[in-house]
């Protein structure tokens, strides 16, 4: 039988929960632009912090949407431009985004 480990050879902890930042690709968000989003974050890698491509987030409409997790923030209306920002602000020095929230799951932002 096959053991399936991610860190079966590793002496150093790892985190359990990784910081993953989930941008989505489905079809009304990349009609927004998604793939270029996407691209962005993909250009500006961050140590300990995975970027990944999903499914519909079930936000339609309001995209490109963009969740980091584990927190479950959300981001709405992402535009390439304001990758950067949210990377060093968020991804790297832990600080939301405000004025980038979804208003609907961050009404006080
Ligand atoms: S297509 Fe992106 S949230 Fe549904």
């Known amino acids: 039988m096959e053991n399936i480990s ?16 989930r941008v989505c690709q489905n079809r009304t968000c990349r009609k927004q632009g998604a793939a270029k989003v996407l691209e962005a974050f993909e250009a500006l890698p961050t140590p ?18 963009v969740l980091v997790l584990p927190e479950m923030v959300w981001y ?4 390439p431009s304001e990758v950067p920002l949210l990377v060093e602000q968020h991804l ?4 939301r ?13």
Do not use: A, D, I
């Open 6 to 21: 991610y860190s079966s050879n590793s002496s150093v902890t790892s985190p359990v929960f990784p910081k993953c930042v």
């Open 48 to 65: 300990e912090v995975t970027v990944t491509g999903s499914t519909c987030l079930g936000q339609c409409g309001n995209g490109p949407m």
């Open 76 to 79: 709405s209306g992402v535009r």
């Open 92 to 95: 790297r020095g832990g600080q």
């Open 97 to 109: 985004v405000t004025k980038m929230l979804y208003h609907r799951f961050h009404p006080q932002g």
